[in-house]
């Protein structure tokens, strides 16, 4: 299992366009939200030299890759209207390709309003024709993909091959189950199907209007971002 790479929002000064270009690096992103009734807003990416990266978090899907400036290992977003702060992602030092999943947090005194959780793209992560699932709820939960059955607790995420026990059409059991009044509850419990060229992004996480815990998924038909030019 792996620590989710959450970043907390904390103000940061403008970025000074002459910041030396050695202390940047280039990194392919693509986004998206578990909120879809109020998204980001249209953002910037601040990078080397003035660049100024659009950026667009999707909400049923994931973007399109962007390639993104980060200092050192930090990813930093403005409001494209106004310029004002948005969100900063911290990065794994080897990350070239990453997902990043926008989270509405309580506005802070700076006006940053999103955190996010950083997903590393690499195949151990988001296996071709696997699944990742990561719990952003604040108690553990189970679930079974295929022949595997997992406990994972809260801010943990875990990486799933493609099931081996498949039917004729691909299909594999797909259950989640939260803890309610000290009993576990099946949430949901399906089939789905898992192919090559395929994966899946699933979120456990508490429904902000129903307060019930709720579950996210996205499917992704790439099967893994390129990584971002070095120069």
Not at 11 to 27: G, H, W
Not at 106 to 114: R, V
Not at 196 to 207: E, K, S, W
Request: hydrophobic share 40%; net charge positive; charged share 20%.
């Amino acid at each position: 299992m792996r620590a989710l790479c959450f970043c907390l929002l904390l103000s940061v000064p403008s970025i000074s366009l002459a910041q030396d270009s050695k202390d940047f690096r280039k990194v392919s992103c693509r986004f998206l939200t578990l909120d879809s009734t109020t998204p980001p807003p249209p953002l910037l990416n601040l990078g080397d030299k003035g660049v100024e990266v659009p950026c667009t978090v999707n909400t049923h899907s994931l973007s399109p890759a962007s390639v993104c400036h980060a200092k050192g290992n930090t990813l930093r977003f403005v409001t494209a209207s106004d310029h004002k702060p948005a969100a900063n992602a911290t990065l794994p030092e080897t990350a070239k390709a990453c997902i990043l999943v926008f989270i509405r947090a309580p506005k802070t005194p700076e006006g940053l309003a999103w955190r996010i959780f950083v997903i590393e793209d690499t195949a151990k992560n988001l296996p071709n024709g696997g699944a990742f699932v990561a719990n952003f709820h604040n108690a553990d939960i189970r679930f079974i993909i295929g022949e595997n059955k997992i406990l994972l607790p809260p801010a943990k995420s875990h990486g799933f091959d493609m099931p081996a026990k498949r039917d004729a059409f691909n299909m594999a059991p797909v259950v989640f189950e939260f803890q309610r009044n000290g009993a576990w509850e099946t949430v949901r419990e399906s089939m789905l199907r898992f192919v090559p060229g395929m994966r899946y992004l699933i979120f456990a996480y508490v429904d902000p209007l129903s307060g019930r815990p709720s579950l996210a998924t996205f499917r992704d038909f790439s099967t893994g971002a390129k990584p971002a030019p070095a120069k």
